[in-house]
């Protein structure tokens, strides 16, 4: 694994806990010998992880709508910063550019930047781990929500043992490096009825 894509809040949140786990998971990925590509900004703990990234001496690729460049405030420090025309192509980009997705806490936009790239391993687009960096339970909610969809017929266990979940860095990214996607297609049942 060379490169995670870290989704995060372009704010730092209420609580220390928060910053001080955005640095800790970007000395965790230089240790770990892997890149972070992130969402270009200077502010929030998406600066926060691209500075842990660049002073542990590692690389760190942005990718920022020209829109967002002035009001996330890009960061001009990166190893790359990518300017693209919208938040399709910087979601794409971001992709592709990534053999794993992470989501530390953040708002609207992180949740549908994971939701998205959840969305397409069930669907069978890619084949990349996903993991939540589940800090003082942050995520304990949402997870919650998910399983309630298993529990109500809305999804299957095996897709929502997609998401690697963990409270350490470290422990996540080895996660992420040993995770092999489910191997059913979504659809299978559905197709065998018929």
């Not at 996330?72 to 794409?92: I, Q």
């Not at 592709?96 to 998205?116: H, I, K, N, R, Y």
Request: glycine share 12%; proline share 4%.
């Amino acid at each position: 694994m060379k490169s995670i894509c870290v989704y995060c809040g372009s704010s730092l949140g209420t609580r220390p806990v928060y910053v001080e786990a955005a640095q800790a998971f970007g000395r965790a990925l230089v240790e770990a010998g892997c890149s972070l590509v992130f969402g270009g900004g200077r502010v929030g703990l998406m600066g926060t992880i691209a500075d842990a990234v660049l002073e542990a001496g590692g690389r760190a690729v942005g990718v920022i709508p020209q829109l967002l460049l002035e009001k996330e405030v890009g960061h001009t420090g990166l190893s790359e910063l990518h300017v693209v025309a919208d938040m399709h192509e910087r979601k794409k980009m971001m992709a592709d550019l990534s053999d794993a997705f992470v989501a530390l806490p953040g708002g609207a936009g992180t949740l549908e930047e994971l939701f998205e790239v959840f969305t397409w391993a069930q669907l069978g687009y890619h084949a990349k781990g996903i993991g939540l960096l589940d800090i003082d339970g942050y995520y304990r909610p949402l997870v919650a929500m998910l399983e309630h969809t298993v529990n109500e017929g809305f999804m299957q266990r095996e897709y929502l043992d997609i998401l690697q979940i963990d409270a350490q860095p470290d422990a996540l990214i080895s996660k992420l490096q040993r995770y092999h996607p489910p191997r059913r297609d979504k659809w299978a049942s559905e197709r065998e009825a018929v």
